[in-house]
Nanobody, 116 residues
Framework: QVQLVESGGGLVQAGGSLRLSCAVS????????MGWYRQAPGKQRDLVAS???????NYADSVKGRFTISRDNAKNTVYLQMNSLKPEDTAVYYC??????????WGQGTQVTVSS
């Protein structure tokens, strides 16, 4: 059973920083794209950032210049460095991993709350 274990969420004041981590374990197949999504109350789950195994990145317009996604392929771990946080960044953040056969895996979610 593939597991995605997230860490690093919490409460921070506007302008502050947080770093999220997500480790993928028990995967029999290589992991291609990894990413972070977020879901605020009453809203849909949206892509925040993604990164391929080759290091190509993609960001939502709302986080460009503030968030940085990176990964350690050897550890099957993806990170999201979030700087200059805004109250509108408040959401549950979900880690996502797509295996080489196309299977989609999700983490349990971690709460990020930014106070004004």
């Amino acid at each position: 059973q593939v597991q995605l274990v997230e860490s690093g969420g919490g409460l921070v004041q506007a302008g502050g920083s947080l770093r999220l981590s997500c480790a993928v374990s028990r995967s029999r197949f290589s992991i291609n794209t990894m990413g972070w999504y977020r879901q605020a109350p009453g809203k849909q789950r949206d892509l925040v950032a993604s990164i391929t195994s080759g290091g190509s990145t993609n960001y939502a317009d709302s986080v460009k210049g503030r968030f940085t996604i990176s990964r350690d392929n050897a550890k099957n771990t993806v990170y999201l460095q979030m700087n200059s946080l805004k109250p509108e960044d408040t959401a549950v953040y979900y880690c996502n991993a797509i295996a080489s056969l196309g299977t989609n895996y999700w983490g349990q979610g971690t709460q990020v709350t930014v106070s004004s």
